[in-house]
């Protein structure tokens, strides 16, 4: 028994050693959660709030599905675009002010594109203005025990005065577990590659390369969320499911677009094909 645990530690050292270049390079918040036992595997910089871009969208899909599920709006229910959603800069999808979409095609815009104007138009649908909105993702995120955690938007976009959404990795991570918790269904969508839009048949496609790169996919994987803006770098929360086993991955602030891809991909790896030593898990978590 003592050899078998003397054997386990050393394979564990191994493991650390190999894993610190790989997974703390150029100091990139990472983070890899055992979603099943509420455990980290390997952290780095989580604690630090930075820019996350698009990953805030995943706050902005927990509130409008807290809604549907509250029956306080229905996916059939018909937004018209205003003059401050049409025009959002960055990604888009083809509406103009005045037009009318369900919130059906809003949300999948916002989940697979990363659409900038489909998710003001939800905000607005349900807080009246951007920055109601914003002030109900705050207050969510204390509720969620989110600690360092500021939104001023629901896209993530920067704002004119330079201020932005932050998040720490291990405020991403938290959300996206109460996301997945609460609203299991939503996996179902952030797993498609692409999507008909009802209202203009236009089909959109999914940002995240993991489902629509082979080099890139991973067993398992049906979520989570991409983010890019020049001050965030490239951003992805990852999830899969293996027999009943899911884990998160948060890669925050890489340089290049699928490299945070390339990372998850080891950071799953290691999770579902190699395993992880029990007596070591809080030597990769410090």
């Excluded at 703390?24 to 952290?43: F, S």
């Excluded at 630090?48 to 995943?58: E, N």
């Excluded at 916002?110 to 104007?117: C, F, I, K, R, V």
């Excluded at 489902?211 to 999830?239: H, Q, R």
Aim: net charge negative; with cysteine.
């Amino acid at each position: 028994m003592i050899k078998s645990m003397f054997t386990m530690g050393c394979i564990g050292l191994g493991l650390l050693f190999f894993l610190v270049p790989i997974f703390q390079a150029d100091n990139e918040p990472t983070l890899l959660l055992d979603m099943n036992k509420d455990m980290n595997l390997i952290e780095s910089e989580i604690n630090k709030a930075v820019p996350v871009a698009s990953i805030s969208k995943i706050m902005t899909e927990y509130l409008v599905l807290e809604e549907l599920e509250a029956g306080t709006i229905t996916w059939e229910d018909s937004v018209r675009v205003s003059e401050s959603a049409a025009n959002k800069e960055g990604t888009r999808i083809e509406v103009s002010e005045g037009d009318v979409v369900s919130v059906r095609d809003l949300y999948m815009a916002m989940l697979l594109p990363s659409a900038n104007n489909a998710t003001t138009a939800l905000a607005e649908h349900l807080a009246g203005s951007e920055v109601v909105f914003a002030s109900r993702m705050n207050e969510k995120a204390k509720a969620l025990g989110l600690t360092n955690t500021s939104f001023v938007n629901s896209t993530g976009l920067s704002e004119i005065d330079t201020r932005s959404n932050q998040m720490s990795a291990r405020d991403v991570a938290l959300l996206a577990k109460a996301l997945i918790t609460d609203f299991p269904n939503v996996l179902q969508d952030t797993s498609r590659s692409s999507y008909k839009l009802d209202y203009s048949n236009e089909r959109i496609y999914s940002t995240n390369h993991m489902l629509t790169k082979s080099s890139l996919a991973f067993d398992g994987l049906d979520g989570l969320k991409t983010g890019y803006t020049n001050e965030a770098g490239y951003c992805f929360v990852g999830t899969a499911e293996r027999g009943g086993q899911r884990y998160i991955t948060v890669v925050l602030g890489t340089s290049e677009y699928d490299s945070r891809f390339i990372k998850t991909q080891k950071l799953l790896s290691f999770a579902f094909d190699q395993g992880y030593v029990p007596t070591l898990e809080a030597s990769i978590g410090n």
